[in-house]
């Protein structure tokens, strides 16, 4: 099951529940990534989409999937800085992708 809104600003999100070592191995990544890359207008994920301190427990799915689109080397050290696999974190991506294919 999941949650499905709409932002003021035409936006069209969904919440859905991730298991809890997905939530921390993506949440891992998450953080990874926001440090990692370059984003829009210099706009920090973690400041400007998740001020709300509700939202320290939400992943965000457009960061974590910009993941997909680094090259492979990039991938490989990033998931390795989180103690992971490249193919494991490619996979819980595949998963979530999978999960909210209805939108």
């Known amino acids: 099951f999941a949650a499905v809104y709409g932002g003021r600003d035409g936006a069209v ?25 370059r984003h829009e207008a210099g706009l920090h994920p ?21 993941y997909v689109s680094l090259d492979r080397r990039l991938q490989e050290e990033l998931a390795r800085a989180v103690g992971t696999e490249r193919a494991v974190a490619l996979d819980n991506l595949l998963e979530l992708d999978l999960s909210t294919s209805f939108l």
């Open 13 to 37: 999100g969904a919440l859905l529940p991730v298991d809890e070592r997905v939530f921390r191995r993506l949440g891992a990544l998450q953080g990874v990534l926001a440090n990692a890359l």
């Open 46 to 66: 973690e400041k400007h989409r998740l001020a709300s301190p509700q939202a320290r427990n939400v992943l965000d799915g457009q960061l974590l999937f910009a």
